[in-house]
């Protein structure tokens, strides 16, 4: 297996264009030193040293992919304020293309701030609406779409909740442009909406989203079986991957026995962005000739790394390739 994985991402992944269309956001961290309390109320008063930006949600998978040497294309909403114009410069400046990045008249750009000192979360501020984007905004996504769906391997579609993926009939209606054009449509979704997931090459949800999108309580291997083969049942997704943290990813297809693949053990930094990680490598090696099973083992690995890693993450092609030679 290990001269497969290698083969395809050394020289699969940098031949692929893959859309990835979601909620974006951007990440920003105010950094700075804390050295009293203050004395207007009990809360320490931080010193600003500078601040950080990167580009989260459905972003921050476009970056994965991109790291991995995938050929990207981004697609979502993101406001004409400061925030989105960072963004939209920012992706461009790497080479992923933003074309396909709409803006809608009184939409913020979705920004979570965090304040920080020394690697520790003080709080987070969010600015974001997370009311479903309007029908005038889901048809320019649509006509984005169908106007470069030939131009691409594999669609993402990443749904973070914040409007983007609310109707399901804009759902359905992506599904079906990648099924009629031959494209590998996959979704990381923490709705509960998943009727509209129908013919999806396979949807990604963990084990809190599985749970709350089925309502049963996931406490052992019977009530996982239960919970994912309901899943797929009301999906009607061609399989469903389901993310457990430290135990790993279990796989559901119809008529099949469950599949689980244990993580590798690691020294876990951060666990931030992680499925980000697993659904960018798995969509990957399905277009880079993998089977579903041998993605899983390979989202594995990339996953080891990002855990590893402060903050959302990315693994390079390079840092691939040599955990694979370690195993």
């Not at 692929?16 to 951007?26: E, N, P, R, T």
């Not at 979502?76 to 400061?82: I, K, R, S, T």
């Amino acid at each position: 297996m290990r001269e497969n994985l290698k083969q395809a991402v050394q020289n699969g992944f940098s031949t692929k264009s893959i859309l990835v269309l979601g909620d974006l956001m951007v990440d920003e961290y105010i950094l700075g030193k804390v050295s009293r309390i203050s004395p207007e109320a009990p809360v320490p008063v931080l010193n600003y040293k500078g601040r950080e930006r990167s580009a989260g949600g459905a972003s921050n998978v476009a970056l994965n992919m991109h790291a991995m040497g995938g050929r990207i294309a981004v697609a979502g909403v993101a406001a004409e304020d400061e925030s989105g114009r960072w963004l939209r410069n920012f992706l461009d400046s790497i080479g992923i293309a933003a074309d396909g990045i709409v803006s809608e008249d009184n939409r913020m750009t979705t920004l979570k701030t965090r304040f920080a000192t020394k690697g520790q979360q003080l709080l987070r501020m969010d600015q974001e609406d997370s009311s479903g984007i309007a029908p005038e905004t889901r048809k320019r996504l649509l006509d984005y779409v169908s106007a470069h769906i030939q131009e691409w391997d594999a669609v993402v579609l990443s749904d973070y909740c914040k409007g983007v993926f609310e109707d399901a009939e804009f759902v359905r209606t992506l599904i079906r442009i990648c099924n009629e054009h031959d494209v590998v449509v996959t979704i990381d979704s923490k709705s509960r909406n998943i009727a509209a997931f129908e013919n999806a090459d396979f949807v990604k949800p963990n084990n809190l989203e599985l749970e709350n999108a089925v309502d049963i309580k996931i406490t052992d291997c019977a009530s996982l079986d239960k919970a994912g083969k309901k899943y797929l049942a009301i999906s009607k997704a061609k399989s469903i991957i389901v993310t457990r943290g430290a135990d790993g990813i279990s796989i559901f297809e119809p008529e099949k026995e469950r599949r689980d693949y244990a993580s590798k053990a690691v020294s876990v930094f951060d666990v931030t962005g992680a499925g980000d990680t697993v659904i960018s490598t798995i969509t990957l090696g399905l277009i880079s000739g993998l089977s579903l099973d041998e993605s899983a083992v390979l989202a594995n690995i990339a996953a080891g790394v990002v855990i590893g890693k402060r903050g959302t993450a990315t693994v390079s092609q390079e840092e691939l390739l040599e955990e694979i030679n370690e195993k």
